[in-house]
């Protein structure tokens, strides 16, 4: 079955450590995304990529960093720059950035990234 | 001005009542509008897109799209206890940009 693939599903940072969130689809999907969610909030995007080794900053890039080196891959590298990490993250896939099929942005299961 | 809005609730409605979440965007040029389900815990699921003006009904949900007030809605009829979640509204601007979420408790 297609689908997006997150892992690890609990992630532990010890401070001024860099961790890489993993995210892995094969719905053969052009674009994917890296959204960050806090308790009681809604989703924030971090990191787009409508392309392989392209990829555009979102509303919240500080202190992390991704890469696209093939179409199935978007791992996400939370640096220690970033200095309250903890969050769940959710990575996303769709076709195009319009989202305008019947499966909108499909998410994987998440992240839970704690710094200890 | 916040990009999206929602009443962050919660919304606490009886079995077999109409829930309804409303939901107001900034950004005019928005083309697709979608609204998500998540449970506590869990990851989104997409329940509803609509890109044109008016109603869209998909079983017992409906979403209005109403693009001069830029305002989008869903509407669960027959509400059910397992309707009980956080229903986020999203819209596109580059990428999807989500509102805080409404979450919805129903009640037995």
Not at chain 1, 2 to 12: D, E, M, V, W
Request: with cysteine; proline share 4%.
């Amino acid at each position: 079955d297609g689908g997006i693939t997150q892992s690890p599903k609990y992630l532990f940072r010890k401070e001024g450590q860099n961790v890489t969130l993993s995210c892995e689809q094969n719905l053969n999907h052009d674009a994917m995304y890296w959204y960050r969610q806090d308790p009681g909030q809604g989703l924030r995007l971090i990191y787009y990529s409508q392309i392989v080794n392209d990829f555009q900053k979102g509303d919240i890039a500080e202190g992390y960093s991704v890469s696209r080196e093939k179409k199935e891959s978007f791992p996400l590298t939370v640096t220690s720059a970033q200095k309250n990490p903890t969050a769940f993250y959710l990575c996303a896939s769709s076709i195009d950035l319009s989202g305008r099929t019947r499966y909108g942005y499909t998410f994987g299961s998440g992240t839970r990234l704690t710094v200890v | 001005q916040k990009e999206v809005e929602q009443n962050s609730g919660p919304l606490s409605v009886p079995e077999g009542a109409i829930a309804s979440l409303n939901c107001t965007y900034s950004d005019r040029g928005s083309q697709s509008f979608f609204w998500y389900r998540q449970y506590s815990g869990k990851s989104p699921e997409l329940i509803m897109s609509i890109y044109s003006n008016g109603d869209k009904e998909d079983g017992r949900f409906t979403a209005q799209l109403n693009k001069a007030s830029q305002y989008v809605s869903l509407l669960i009829r027959d509400s059910q206890p397992s309707d009980s979640a956080t229903y986020l509204c999203a819209v596109t601007k580059t990428a999807l940009i989500f509102g805080k979420g409404t979450t919805l408790s129903v009640s037995s």
